[in-house]
Structures are given as structure tokens and as C-alpha cells.
């Protein structure tokens, strides 16, 4: 009997040191909090890499944590522990400001146990930093939101196009009526079709252009003396 209950309390042992190991190496913070006694039972080490703050510092003073939350996420924080109440669970997201100065994404999954009587008796919870998802996420709306702005210069380019076309072919035909169709042949040397989009250098180029000598408005009216 005792060298049965000895290898059972080596297994329990070893079990044991293995989920510390887990626990120890894992990015995501582990606690369990009584809610009762205002007790922090149990936090992993990962609190250091997340929160910047060590396991001695949690355990002084359990609610620590909060004093690095973000202004505008304390409303978040707030509405979940409203529902960890009612429902028994809570997920959320929000920031904190860590003692270094920077700023990071977490989200809190939290799950409480009760009692005979229904009341808390522990709750326990799981702490991730999703900084660098919330980063991602940021870059991808970014790039999505040039693609749009891009696009939409495109469409307007391409109605512009469209409305200056004739205005161009007009133009064009008034200069071949006044100056002879030469003329009009010499300015299309060198340029690319009305389909590029290439409009505002055609009228610089007939009619506005300081190398060029185009049609005086004159032209269209009675001649001078």
C-alpha cells in the first residue's frame, strides 16, 4: 500500500512539474482570482512579457492590472465584467498602456465558477496579446481604403475622358475649317489616341501651348485690316 501511494504522489509530482512547464512557457497569461477573498490564486509568468509587470507585483495588489488600462477602453472593461456576472463567461478586447510607455491589444476570455449557493467562488481567465493582429488588420483596411481611393480616380478619368472627347473632336474640326487639315496632321505627330486619357496635354499642345502657335480666336471672326 505505501509504495502504491508513493508512485501515485510521483505521478501527481510529475504531472504536476509538467503543467508548470506549460504554464511557464505559454505567451498567454493564466490567472485564477478569487473574487471573494479579493486573492489572485495563481498567475503565469507570461504577465511579465504581456502586462510588463512581474508575478510578485500581481499578487500585492491583484487589481494592478487596471491601472494600466486605456482611458477609452475603461467602459469596455466595465460592460464585461457586467455580463461575466449575469452569464458566468466574458470575452472582450482592449488596450493597455504598459509601464514602458506602449501601447498594446489585448483579449481577456474569462469564466467563473460558483458555489453552492451561486455565488462566484473563482474566476478564472486567459489573457492574449493580439497587438500585431490589430496591426495587420490596420494595414489591410489601409491598403483596402487606397485601393477604393484609386479606383474612384480611375472612374472619374475615365467619365472626363469621355465628356472631353467630342469637346476635343470639336475643337479639332474648327481648326481644320480655319487652318487647313495640315495643321491638324502636325499636332497628332508624337501623341498618344484620345483613349489614354491624354486630353489636357492635346489642348495645351493646339491651344495653349507656349511652343506652339495655334489658332488666335481672331481667326474664327472677320479678318483685320
Excluded at 492574449?128 to 493582429?133: A, C, G, K, L, P
Aim: charged share 25%; with cysteine.
Amino acid at each position: 500500500e505505501r509504495r502504491m501511494r508513493r508512485e501515485a504522489e510521483q505521478k501527481l509530482a510529475q504531472t504536476l512539474e509538467q503543467l508548470q512547464n506549460l504554464f511557464g512557457n505559454l505567451d498567454d497569461v493564466f490567472f485564477s482570482f478569487d473574487p471573494q477573498e479579493r486573492k489572485l490564486l495563481q498567475i503565469s509568468p507570461a504577465c511579465e512579457k504581456v502586462y510588463g509587470l512581474s508575478r510578485e507585483e500581481f499578487f500585492l495588489n491583484p487589481g494592478v492590472w487596471r491601472e494600466l488600462l486605456h482611458n477609452d477602453d475603461r467602459p469596455i472593461v466595465q460592460a464585461a465584467e457586467t455580463t461575466l456576472q449575469e452569464t458566468g463567461s466574458a470575452s472582450f478586447e482592449h488596450r493597455i498602456i504598459r509601464p514602458d510607455g506602449k501601447t498594446r491589444w489585448l483579449q481577456a476570455r474569462l469564466k467563473s465558477a460558483a458555489g453552492p449557493d451561486g455565488e462566484a467562488i473563482r474566476i478564472d481567465g486567459i489573457v492574449s496579446d493580439i497587438t500585431e493582429r490589430h496591426e495587420l488588420e490596420a494595414q489591410f483596411f489601409r491598403s483596402q481604403r487606397m485601393d477604393n481611393i484609386g479606383n474612384l480616380a480611375s472612374g472619374i478619368a475615365h467619365v472626363l475622358n469621355n465628356v472631353l472627347t467630342p469637346i476635343v473632336l470639336g475643337l479639332q474640326f474648327i481648326r481644320t475649317k480655319v487652318a487647313g487639315p495640315e495643321a491638324v496632321e502636325e499636332d497628332r505627330v508624337g501623341l498618344p489616341g484620345l483613349e489614354d486619357g491624354v486630353l489636357p496635354v492635346l489642348l495645351h499642345r493646339r491651344f495653349g501651348g507656349a511652343d506652339h502657335a495655334g489658332p488666335h480666336l481672331d481667326a474664327l471672326g472677320p479678318q483685320g485690316e
